[in-house]
């Protein structure tokens, strides 16, 4: 039977990437979005990937959309948690709902997407949880003090989950990725990207979305059982942590 694999933003930009990766490794995979009904129904129409809408920040939707996930495939074995959203802004001028909004999707949502799962895990003795970080939440970005506070966050929690999973099989780990050419991304002007973002990649490009799919399915697999609370800098060597 195959493992069950559920990615949140799993149908868009690095979340599809890594859905697609998962299914071509073998996995059943369910992917979560937040509200984008056409572009979800479009990423099932083209892969057979099933979608799942809920609020990652909201802890009741995720509960039971997990429990729907499990009830469809079966046991979830490996979540991805990779839903994530800015709201970037300087300090001075940031919202409270700014900061909120951000911590909430980013940083809660991982407690709300892992929490449910991890019971299962345990009973089973396996389980693979794999976080989506950012390159800025480990060197920090003017702009971006409410993501890379929730980035960073990220990378705390996975190094605590896997010092209490290690004995019962299950890894937990971060992907910190760099930029990637995602939608997101390349709507940034163009003059910005070419002049002040890649200049900064020795790499001298963006990554793929695919290339971060290729960690978190190694990250998932058999072979990772020995690796555990680590943080996979995927950024054309534009930092190293």
Known sequence: MARVALVTGGSRGIGAAISKALLEAGYQVAATYAGNDEKAAAFTAETGIKTYKWDV???EASEAGIAQVEADLGPIDVVVANAGITWD???HKMKPEQWQKVIDTNLTGV???????????????????IVISSVNGQKGQAG??????TKAGDIGIVR???QEGARAGITANAVCPGYIGTEMVLAIDEKVLNEHIIPQIPAGRLGEPEEIARCVVFLAS?????????????NGAQFFA
């Open 222 to 234: 058999e072979d990772a059982g020995f690796i555990n609370g680590s943080t996979i800098s995927a």
């Open 89 to 91: 802004g300087f300090f």
């Open 57 to 59: 920040g909201n802890y």
């Open 160 to 162: 605590s989950l896997a």
């Open 111 to 129: 407690f709300n997407t892992v929490r449910p799962i991890w019971p299962g895990m345990r009973e089973r003795k396996f389980g693979r949880v």
């Open 144 to 149: 971006q003090v409410n993501y890379a506070a």
